[in-house]
């Protein structure tokens, strides 16, 4: 098989160990149905001598261009990862990142990333919106903490959000699953609220100075298993979207959580909102600096910097724009 072959083959990856490890035996099953639709792929797992990133990587340096995840949003976040991890690495010559198409079969406990693409979580109906082919443009955000750098498919956060990941993290290690496990960290962390100073600048203009509970920034909508703190946020408008909550008495966050989950949580007055192209959030002290989360997975503490880069990637969608 020659380069300009792996360009149309799809490169799977399949995280074994999403959805409590039955990612395996749904990936069997879509195996035939992609078979059955004529999709033409190529399929690697996870669990022997590479994760998800190193997987992607490698195919992406040996001249694949489509990608499919089976998994969750983390496995979308990895294979993203291991593709820009080739694609921006400074002696790559031969592609970039619009060269790039990304779908996913989504086995995961959140999906969240899908439900701004509209590919259904239903496996059949997933592969016919995939053989159909069709794709929208989103946006590549690199996240920079200290000398940690990660790609962004979706969300992240800092503070309260990124301290509810470190728990669900936890909890699914021990094999919970469910919304629930989102909600139940998130009333834990909202009780235990540590609040922290910090300087917000987007695009070069302070837009915050102060104690804050939580920064939320994203190219996509939902994070949680449905929770949207950037509800107006857009895969592919060269923007990103940050909400800033404040430090605020707990009265005003019980009574505004359920804006959380139906849509309306930019409508809350005592929020900082902003759409721009870059971010960095500067803490007052370093050894104060909240926990930074990208799409579910804490990747560091301290001065985080976010930008929107000029390429955007193709994804699989079921009604582009």
Excluded at 13 to 38: D, H, P, R, T
Excluded at 243 to 262: G, R, Y
Aim: with cysteine; proline share 4%.
């Amino acid at each position: 098989m020659n380069i300009s072959d792996k360009k149309d083959i799809w490169l799977v990856v399949v995280n074994v160990f999403a959805a409590s490890k039955k990612a395996g035996s749904v990936w069997k099953k879509a195996a035939v149905m992609l078979e059955e639709a004529g999709v033409p792929y190529k399929a690697m797992f996870t669990g022997g001598a590479d994760n998800a990133i190193a997987i992607s990587r490698k195919a992406c340096a040996m001249g694949y261009r489509k990608f499919m995840a089976v998994g969750g949003d983390g496995t979308v976040h990895d294979v993203l990862n291991g593709i820009a991890e080739h694609v921006y690495a400074p002696d790559t010559t031969d592609v970039s990142i619009s060269d790039i198409t990304l779908g996913v079969l989504p086995v995961g406990s959140g999906n969240d990333w899908v439900k701004s693409t509209g590919v259904p979580c239903d496996i059949r109906s997933a592969v016919e919106v995939i053989a159909k082919g069709r794709t929208g443009l989103q946006d590549m955000v690199r996240v920079t903490v200290g000398d940690t750098v990660s790609y962004m498919a979706n969300i992240g956060g800092i503070g309260l959000d990124a301290r509810v990941c470190e728990i669900v993290n936890r909890k699914k290690e021990q094999g919970r699953r469910g919304k629930q496990l989102y909600v139940s960290a998130l009333l834990y962390c909202i009780r235990h609220r540590v609040p922290v100073k910090a300087r917000i600048i987007c695009d070069g203009k302070e837009i915050f100075n102060g104690k804050y509970l939580s920064l939320g920034f994203g190219v996509g909508k939902y994070s949680g298993g449905g929770m949207r703190q950037t509800p107006l946020a857009e895969l592919g408008d060269g923007l990103l979207d940050v909400t800033v909550i404040p430090d605020i008495p707990l009265w005003i966050i019980a009574k505004e959580v359920p804006k959380l989950f139906t849509g309306t949580f930019h409508k809350v007055s005592v929020l900082t909102l902003a759409k721009c192209r870059s971010v960095s959030i500067i803490p007052e002290c370093q050894a104060d600096a909240e926990p930074v989360e990208v799409d579910g997975e804490v990747i560091g503490r301290g001065h985080t910097t976010m930008e929107v880069l000029p390429e955007q990637i193709n994804v699989i969608m079921k009604d582009p724009r």
